[in-house]
């Protein structure tokens, strides 16, 4: 069945590093894939999201490019910030038509000044 | 706008006891869902309901039953409570057209935290 295997948290980053958080897949077909936040004591969010092979979703310096040929779909920020702190969940939906989303287990950031 | 808006926010029981989580949105969306989060095992789709009318399974709906009582509103019951439900849990809401895709963005609510003692 379709899965989403993230990488193994926490990460723990002094601002203004760089951060990578891998993301692959396994699914039929050709799916959405999501990256939400999780900021403490909230609900998820959505970060951004990519429908097609090579597209590149981007917000608040985040950015995460769809690799069909190596199932992924890792995010990236040149610089992180305190605030990035959260916990970063990568999903994909779609495949086959009306399933919802299937959620990564989840990656924690950790950012210090 | 308040978008996704859940009732309560905490909420302690005892085994066996009974309770509804509610949950209701203003985006005027057609699909809604029910999952719930445990440490270590990311977010786990409880029931959906794909347009008003409709509810469906998803991977862990044993001990649970769902209502969607109008476009706007999706409850989550719990018969008896075990302790085995003590999580946090979200409803959702996405567009979704009536054609089936249930591929659109998600908008979270911000959670019920339940423990069942």
């Known amino acids: 069945g379709n899965s989403v295997t993230q990488m193994e948290g926490p990460v723990t980053l002094s601002e203004e590093a760089f951060l990578t958080i891998n993301c692959t897949y396994t699914a039929t077909g050709y799916p959405s894939l999501f990256w939400y936040v999780q900021y403490p004591g909230e609900g998820l969010q959505l970060l951004l999201k990519?429908?097609?092979?090579?597209d590149k979703g981007s917000n608040k310096g985040f950015e995460a490019t769809y690799r069909k040929e190596t199932t992924s779909f890792h995010l990236e920020k040149g610089s992180v910030q305190v605030s990035d702190s959260a916990v970063y969940f990568c999903?994909?939906?779609?495949?086959?038509?009306?399933?919802?989303?299937?959620f990564g287990k989840g990656t924690t950031l950790s950012v210090s000044s | 706008n308040a978008g996704v808006t859940q009732t309560p926010k905490f909420q302690v029981l005892k085994t066996g006891q009974s309770m509804t989580l509610q949950c209701a949105q203003d985006?005027?969306?057609?699909?809604m869902y029910w999952y719930r989060q445990d440490p270590g095992m990311g977010l786990r789709l409880i029931y959906y309901s794909a347009s008003e009318g409709t509810t469906d399974k998803g991977e862990v709906p044993n001990g649970y039953n769902v209502s969607r009582l109008n476009k706007r509103e999706f409850s989550l019951r719990l018969e008896s409570a075990a302790p085995s439900q003590t999580s946090v849990y979200f409803c959702?809401?996405?567009?979704?057209?009536?054609?089936?895709?249930?591929?659109?963005?998600?908008?979270f609510g911000p959670g019920t935290r339940l423990t069942v003692l």
């Open positions: 985006m005027n969306h057609n699909s």
């Open positions: 959702a809401s996405s567009p979704n057209s009536l054609s089936g895709s249930l591929a659109d963005t998600q908008y």
């Open positions: 990519a429908t097609k092979a090579d």
């Open positions: 999903a994909l939906s779609g495949v086959p038509a009306g399933t919802a989303l299937i």
